[in-house]
């Protein structure tokens, strides 16, 4: 009954690299989703996919940001080119993906960008 | 968008005493707000949610209360204890289930 996993829980950077940061979701769980929380925040809506599908990206940057969610494999996150500016503790969450569906959060990946 | 506010920023309660957070959104399409408990270096977990078919919830010794007109909805822990002090997030889901949360209320039990 394993829950949402994320790796790794803890990426550094130095500026001009990429990030790279992994999600599989709960079992049986189909749509994911990320958050990023910037200290003392909320966590910030990114990007909803579902299999195969990005259903809705208006929270994640138009540059450098992508996100994946391959038919096989855990959901991918990747920041290009990283900036001091992304350092954020990044959350995963998944859900059956119904409407007022429970969303189940991962540990998180906390970037550090030198 | 949704913009949930959440009140106070921090409390702090006696153990045993009760807790109470508050929320506010201005989205009036807004059917479901989930409550999650942050602790330190971890991920948000549900601890409860409701539905606007409900205005009230509860489960053991938390509970979530719902008022669609004013959209506001709250969080009561009773009978606090030291496990209980964590950051508690409201949030509440917009279109294409995204969730807009609060900036987070630091609970801190005081033994």
């Given at each position: 009954?394993?829950?949402v996993?994320?790796?790794?829980?803890?990426?550094v950077?130095?500026?001009?690299?990429?990030?790279?940061?992994?999600?599989?979701?709960m079992?049986?769980h189909?749509?994911?989703?990320?958050?990023?929380?910037?200290?003392?925040?909320?966590?910030?809506?990114?990007?909803?996919?579902?299999?195969?599908?990005?259903?809705?990206?208006?929270?994640?940057?138009?540059?450098?940001?992508?996100?994946?969610?391959?038919?096989?494999?855990?959901?991918?996150?990747?920041?290009?080119?990283?900036?001091?500016?992304?350092?954020?503790?990044?959350?995963?969450?998944?859900?059956?993906?119904?409407?007022?569906?429970?969303?189940?959060?991962?540990?998180?990946?906390?970037?550090?960008?030198l | 968008?949704?913009?949930?506010?959440?009140?106070?920023?921090?409390?702090?309660?006696?153990?045993?005493?009760?807790?109470?957070?508050?929320?506010?959104?201005?989205?009036?399409?807004?059917?479901?707000?989930?409550?999650?408990?942050?602790?330190?270096?971890?991920?948000?977990?549900l601890?409860?949610?409701?539905?606007?078919?409900?205005?009230?919830?509860?489960?053991?010794?938390?509970?979530?209360?719902?008022?669609?007109?004013?959209?506001?909805?709250?969080?009561?822990?009773?009978?606090?204890?030291?496990?209980?002090?964590?950051?508690?997030?409201c949030?509440?889901?917009?279109?294409?289930?995204?969730?807009?949360?609060?900036?987070?209320?630091?609970?801190?039990?005081?033994?």
């Amino acid at each position: 009954n394993a829950g949402v996993m994320q790796n790794p829980r803890h990426l550094v950077r130095r500026r001009g690299q990429e990030a790279r940061l992994r999600c599989s979701p709960m079992k049986g769980h189909s749509h994911v989703y990320w958050y990023r929380q910037l200290p003392e925040e909320g966590l910030k809506f990114m990007v909803y996919l579902q299999k195969e599908n990005i259903i809705d990206e208006s929270g994640m940057p138009k540059e450098r940001f992508s996100a994946e969610f391959p038919k096989e494999g855990p959901s991918i996150l990747r920041i290009q080119q990283v900036v001091r500016g992304d350092s954020a503790a990044y959350f995963c969450a998944s859900s059956l993906g119904q409407a007022q569906e429970t969303q189940y959060f991962g540990p998180g990946t906390r970037l550090l960008v030198l | 968008g949704e913009n949930v506010e959440q009140h106070p920023s921090t409390l702090s309660v006696q153990e045993g005493d009760s807790a109470v957070i508050k929320c506010t959104y201005s989205d009036s399409a807004s059917n479901y707000f989930p409550w999650y408990k942050q602790e330190l270096g971890k991920g948000p977990q549900l601890i409860i949610d409701i539905r606007s078919n409900v205005g009230e919830k509860k489960d053991q010794r938390i509970a979530v209360t719902l008022n669609k007109t004013a959209k506001h909805f709250s969080l009561h822990i009773t009978e606090t204890q030291p496990e209980d002090s964590a950051v508690y997030f409201c949030a509440a889901q917009e279109g294409n289930n995204r969730l807009a949360f609060g900036k987070g209320n630091q609970v801190v039990v005081i033994p």
